[in-house]
């Protein structure tokens, strides 16, 4: 396990809150497959020698941001819902008045 590793993974922390904020779904989805691929093969080349303690700092980290992350997405997604709904009332209306 080396510090590059950790911080790499840590990065996309980062990416994934300003994808979020901005709404752009596609690249939250692109980072996230990133993310994977790279815990994927951070945890394959871990060993023995590796330190319990960082490793699971690591994933308490991570699980704690991803809960954030999952609130916020939340809240954009209701957020959507909400304006979804209201154009939905204002094309009904729309139709009320040109019949």
């Known amino acids: 396990m080396n510090i590059e590793s950790i911080q790499y993974i840590l990065a996309f922390s980062e990416l994934i809150e300003k994808a979020l904020h901005e709404g752009d ?11 994977q691929k790279a815990l994927e093969v951070f945890f394959s080349q871990l060993n023995a ?17 991803d809960a954030v992350f999952f609130d916020l997405l939340k ?9 979804f709904t209201a154009l939905k009332q204002g094309r009904r209306s729309l139709k009320a008045y040109q019949i």
């Open 25 to 35: 779904w596609e690249e939250l989805n692109n980072i996230l497959k990133k993310r």
């Open 49 to 65: 020698l590796d330190k319990k303690a960082e490793v699971v700092a690591l994933i308490i980290k991570i699980q704690k941001e």
């Open 75 to 83: 809240m954009k997604k209701q957020g959507l819902e909400k304006r």
